[in-house]
């Protein structure tokens, strides 16, 4: 295409796709070009559905790098890739766009108030906040409004939003969105942290639009760190994900044994670090969280999830990331949960546990063994074992057998 000759905006005059993107370039690199530039990208960004968004410099983030290097030497990444791949790669963002000078930055608020319908009749279990709608696609679409603008003056632009190609936390860091909290979020001033993340890369050199990082909010507030309930806040900012639920309903496998009773009722994600925050809660009080939309998912049937079909979960859920997309993981979930929530008494709960303890996979038996267990369903319990040739299940059902026993003795 390079060869093909184009008029340009001066009469009689004919130029290739490359002059051209010369041009462009040359005309847009000056101070007010670029000045302007950065106004209309922030403009497009700002009015497609995001609540702040800044500009700053594309340079790497080393000490992100170390702190990556860090949590991995220390096993606090668990079994996680994303980041934590190849941190020489998530920390650069020119291994993104070749040559990055600027790095726009948004952020959107997915605080809702909760629904108070739940699901029908059926026992719920809980969603975290920030996947009851995909607000990633919301943020993505907004950001690539402003891509759109500066491609059309011939600049790179690429969207990264919670990809494994950037540290999203120190981006907005950096671009004085927030500041580290305690419990590892970046909160933004006066408005907290219920924000998702996201980044357009490109090599226009834009004005940046702060003076630098905005000052600790925390103080001598710690109210996060003793509110977890896995105690994964090991050290202000630092998270072991081997114990955040919000990671162990991510992880593939069995949910560890000690977490369980912890995980209650949650299914997807964990909220709590973030629901004790008195900036989260002063920014409710000076504005009233709106109406979760209408397709919000703040709620899961758990017996439905419990014996849900593969496909059934894909149509629904599988936005989520479900890791290796084994829809089991999440059938895992919705056993432990209702183990810790479920009534045992209930026909339709009962009829769950039979249907799963005969479930061909081992590791939902094992899950649905010790919710069986949790619920003091002996009965369906004995008839399993007296079926099951997986040694690794049959260990499952004696334990949960041996806990009734010491409950009812
Ligand atoms: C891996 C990951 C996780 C992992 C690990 C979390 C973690 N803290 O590392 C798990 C699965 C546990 C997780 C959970 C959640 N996540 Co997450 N996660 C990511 C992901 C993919 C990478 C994060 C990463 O690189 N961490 C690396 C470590 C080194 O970074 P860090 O923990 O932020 O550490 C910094 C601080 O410690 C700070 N620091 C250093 N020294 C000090 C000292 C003090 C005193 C302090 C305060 C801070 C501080 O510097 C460190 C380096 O930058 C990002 C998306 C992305 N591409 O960036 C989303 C992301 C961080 N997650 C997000 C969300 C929403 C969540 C959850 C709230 C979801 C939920 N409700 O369940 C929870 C919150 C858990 C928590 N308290 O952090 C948002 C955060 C938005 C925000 N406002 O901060 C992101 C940015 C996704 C997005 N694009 O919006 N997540
Ligand atoms: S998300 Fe939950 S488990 Fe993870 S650090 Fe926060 S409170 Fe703890
Ligand atoms: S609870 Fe307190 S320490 Fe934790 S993030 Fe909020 S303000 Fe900071």
Known sequence: MTGHL???????????????????????????????????????VSEAGVDAVAITGAQPFPEVRQAIQDRKAAGYHATMSFTFKRPERSTDPG???????????????YRRALPTESVDEQVPGRVAQYQWTDHYDVLKTALSAGAAVLRAEGWKARVVVDDNALVDRAAAHRAGLGWWGKNANLLLPGRGSWFVLGSLVTDAPMPHTSDGPVADGCGSCNRCI?????????????IDARRCLAWIVQAPGDIPLEFRVAMGDRIYG???????????????????????????CAWVPLVELAMATSAHITARYGRWYIPGRDTDALRRNALVALGNVGDATAGEVQDAVQFCLADPNPMIRRHTAWAAGRLGLDGALASALSNELDPSVRVEITAARAVIATVVH
């Open 95 to 109: 291994f993104i766009v070749a040559g990055a000078q600027s790095l726009v930055v948004a952020a959107r608020s």
């Open 270 to 296: 964990c909220d709590d670090c973030q629901d004790v925050c008195p900036v989260n809660k002063a920014a409710d009080r000076v504005v009233t969280p709106p109406e979760a939309e209408a397709e919000a």
């Open 6 to 44: 184009i008029p340009t905006p001066m009469a009689h005059t004919w130029e290739t796709w490359q002059e051209r993107k010369v041009r462009l370039r040359a005309q847009a690199s000056t101070p007010d070009a670029l000045a302007s530039l950065a106004a209309r990208v922030i403009q497009a």
């Open 226 to 238: 003793p509110a977890c309930p896995t105690a994964a806040i090991v050290s202000p900012g630092v």
